[in-house]
């Protein structure tokens, strides 16, 4: 059975840093993409960060230059350090794994997702 499960997020303050972390069990890594996406109130869930297996990585706009997706060699975790953040990065930030062929890694079509990591950042 395939798990997910994400830690590493919390309270801090605008300028700040998190590292997030996204465990993986029982999954090997024989799909194109692992992505973190987020999620804020009353907002659509959106992809932040994406590293595909070739150890290529993809970043929305809005998250080019302060975050950072990496995995340790191992390729059972995967990170999200994230830098200088902003009010506006407050959300749930989800891991995602098992993307179909096809797809773009922003699309929401993973076969499996973590059960989320709260971030909050103050002014």
């Known amino acids: 059975q395939v798990q997910l499960v994400e830690s590493g997020g919390g309270p801090v303050q605008a300028g700040g840093s998190l590292r997030l972390s996204c465990a993986t069990s029982?999954?090997?890594?024989?799909?194109?993409?692992v992505a973190w996406f987020r999620q804020a109130p009353v907002k659509e869930r959106e992809g932040v960060a994406g590293?595909?297996?070739?150890?290529?990585?993809y970043y929305a706009d809005s998250v080019k230059g302060r975050f950072t997706i990496s995995r340790d060699s191992a390729k059972t975790t995967v990170y999200l350090q994230m830098n200088s953040l902003k009010p506006e990065d407050t959300a749930m930030y989800y891991c995602?794994?098992?993307?179909?062929?096809?797809?773009?890694?922003?699309?929401?079509?993973?076969?499996?997702w973590g059960q989320g990591t709260q971030v909050t950042v103050s002014s």
């Open positions: 590293i595909h297996t070739s150890g290529t990585t």
């Open positions: 995602a794994a098992d993307l179909p062929g096809g797809y773009n890694w922003r699309s929401e079509r993973y076969n499996y």
């Open positions: 029982g999954y090997t890594y024989r799909s194109r993409y």
